[in-house]
């Protein structure tokens, strides 16, 4: 069976949380296979790509343990691609531009009660979700050093000024 999650608009680091929470539980609960549709979602920022990157590690570690997991992406758009390829990310997804979606009798229907409540994420939560994927971004590809370096930095002293404890270096996203 299939998980599809549709994600509409812009995915941030608003959402990277609950997304993140999701996806773990599903996981956790057997799932395994995982399509995001993504044809109505017309950006996503870095924090929301890395979130997706240290999902996408964790399943295809599971699919090399002889396991059948796998992160798709279906219907991104050329500017959402864009940003996957330029991260150094793409590996880590299988993308499919297929004519349709799924069929709804493919996917799994998820039983509310069993998912997590909602409940927004505080904001040393958020600070450290960005903080762990900023951090894997550049792990994962040294040409985004530049890019995130600032922001890493910025995260950390947020932290350090919140009481919160800093995430350790590397993949630490799942």
Known sequence: MVVCIKIAGRASFHCS??????????WQ??????????????LMDSTFLGVMAGLGIKLNAERNGNGQASLELWHASSRVADLIENLGISHLFKTVSAPS???????????PAGLPTGTPADKNEISRTCLEAHRLLMELNPNNVPKFKDVTRFL?????????????PGRGTG
Not at 17 to 26: G, I, R
Not at 157 to 165: A, H, M, V, Y
């Open 101 to 111: 979606a799924p069929a709804t009798a493919d996917c799994n229907r998820v039983d």
């Open 156 to 168: 950390e002293e947020d932290l350090k000024r919140q009481g919160g404890s800093n995430p350790a």
């Open 17 to 26: 949380v609950e997304f993140k929470t999701l996806v773990t539980t599903l």
């Open 29 to 42: 609960q057997g799932q395994t296979r995982f399509i995001l549709d993504l044809s109505d979602c017309q």
